[in-house]
């Protein structure tokens, strides 16, 4: 008999329904065929603005302002590519903005960033961090009917989106699968009460420094400190070997951003 919502009984751990593990996760005995099914690259592009731009003109500012958001609609407007831009203005030192950037050709995200760089604005910005990932189902959670099958995203319906690299110790991979999954199943049940919370795991292995790069998308900054608290006391934290830096991002739109920034 299921839990009544408010019975106060702590809810169990959920169902397992269909294959729990994958127990060639190398594929040394099933010598699985590559994926080369389309999938979503994302960009998650960080910026900072020169402090001279600050000391121009006000008219040049305002038309380097312009120019340059003019840019930025161009390319939230195009079908081939998902954009979505954030503040860090106040929230982080060494950032003032983010351009969270979606697409099945990482190629856009090339040219997209050539026109910028072309831009007056442009010639004022640099990027201490770029992060580059892939979309992909998570072999955790692909046991529960109809979790981690799909594989389109769309970003951005919070306020805010908390940004991180993540690399697991060699430690991690060492272990059975059962034991991994075991893990998971812990990380994932601690996490079940955060609703207003959404997660996206990307996956970098290869063509970036990090393994992951994890964004949580929310309305309630409270709630995510929270949760990454609580995730700190799970089995599966001892394992983890870098998760830095950590990016506040508040969702605002072109216009308000390059009015922040100078």
């Not at 760089?117 to 004022?124: K, Q, W």
Request: proline share 5%; with cysteine; charged share 25%.
């Amino acid at each position: 008999m299921s839990e009544q919502r408010g019975s106060g009984a702590p809810a169990g751990p959920p169902q397992r329904r269909g294959p729990m593990v994958d127990l060639d996760p190398s594929g040394q005995v099933s010598q699985k065929e590559p994926d080369r099914g389309r999938r979503q690259f994302l960009n998650y592009a960080f910026y900072k603005v020169d402090r001279e731009f600050r000391r121009l003109g006000a008219d040049e500012k305002a038309a380097a302002r312009e120019e340059f958001a003019d840019v930025i609609r161009c390319w939230e407007s195009r079908e081939d590519t998902i954009l979505r831009t954030y503040s860090l203005v106040g929230l982080r030192a060494d950032a003032d903005f983010m351009l969270w950037r979606i697409s099945h050709d990482p190629l856009c995200f090339q040219e997209m960033q050539a026109q910028m760089n072309r831009t007056t604005l442009g010639a004022y910005l640099e990027q201490p961090y770029n992060l580059l990932s892939l979309q992909k189902r998570s072999q955790y959670v692909n046991r529960v009917e109809g979790s981690g099958e799909g594989v389109e995203l769309l970003p951005g319906q919070g306020k805010y989106l908390f940004v991180y690299p993540f690399v697991k110790t060699r430690q991690w991979y060492a272990l059975t699968p059962h034991a991994r999954q075991g893990m998971m199943d812990e990380h994932i049940f601690a996490s079940t009460p955060f609703k207003g919370v959404r997660l996206n795991t990307s996956y970098s292995y290869g063509i970036d420094d990090q393994e992951f790069v994890v964004a949580f998308d929310s309305d309630y900054p409270q709630e995510f400190v929270d949760l990454v608290g609580r995730l700190r006391y799970t089995e599966a934290s001892l394992y983890t070997q870098r998760d830095t830096p950590m990016f506040t991002c508040a969702k605002a739109d072109i216009a308000t951003i390059v009015e922040q920034v100078g």
